[in-house]
Structure formats: C-alpha cells, structure tokens
C-alpha cells in the first residue's frame, strides 16, 4: 500500500512538471499534518494532496479530504511558510489530485481550487 502511494505521487510529481511548475518539496512533514506535494506554478504556489482509492465506497478519494484533514494541511502549510519566507508572499492554492490505478496507465483528475485556508 505505501508503494502504490509513493507511485501516486510520483504520477502526479511528473504530471506537476510536464505542465510546467516546479516541484519544490515532497512530504513535508510537521507534527500538525503532512502536504505530500508543494510546488510552485507561476505566481502560485500550489499545496497538493494526492489521494488514491480504488473504489468509490465512502465518497471516493476526494471526499476523504475531510475537514479534519483539511486543517492539517493548512496548519502544516502554515508552518512552512514561516520557515520559508520567501515563499510567503506568494498565493497559496490548495489542490487535490485524485489517483486511479488504470492499467496500462494511471488516471488523474485535479480539483483545484478544492479548499481554502480560511
């Protein structure tokens, strides 16, 4: 299972680049939470979280980005950009990559924009 996991971010790790942002940094992890994916795309600089199931039951990868996940996130966003100040003045935008193992190839759906830190 942590293998397929690793696999589903390195999808969406080169699925980031091949639209032209930049990877910063992989599995940033902080007591409060964990962003698996940080990269900047332009001006933005886009949080991801990549989520893989492969089924619908429970509302399928994207509903299990709960509020209480989405807290983590930010809290852990937060605490990266008090390290990181140039990366503070930047907007932030919070995405979640949904992974479907489809064999020969893996599928990916974006949702942008899918919460916001407030």
């Known amino acids: 299972r942590i ?6 971010e390195d999808r969406v790790a080169a699925d980031l680049e091949e639209r032209g942002a930049t990877l910063l940094l992989r599995n940033y ?5 964990e962003l698996d994916l940080v990269a900047r795309d332009g001006r933005t600089l886009v949080i991801v979280e990549v989520r893989m199931r492969s089924g619908a039951q429970f509302g399928g ?3 299990s980005v709960d ?9 852990a966003a937060r605490q990266l950009l008090q ?14 990559a949904v992974v479907t ?3 020969p190839s893996w599928r990916i759906e974006w ?3 899918a919460f916001e830190a407030g």
């Open 3 to 8: 293998g397929l996991g690793r696999a589903a």
């Open 29 to 33: 992890r902080r007591r409060c939470g």
């Open 61 to 63: 990868a994207a509903a």
């Open 67 to 75: 509020r209480a996940k989405q807290r983590r996130i930010v809290l």
């Open 83 to 96: 390290q990181r100040r140039d990366l503070a003045a930047l907007p932030v935008r919070f995405d979640v």
């Open 101 to 103: 193992p489809d064999p």
């Open 111 to 113: 949702i942008r924009h």
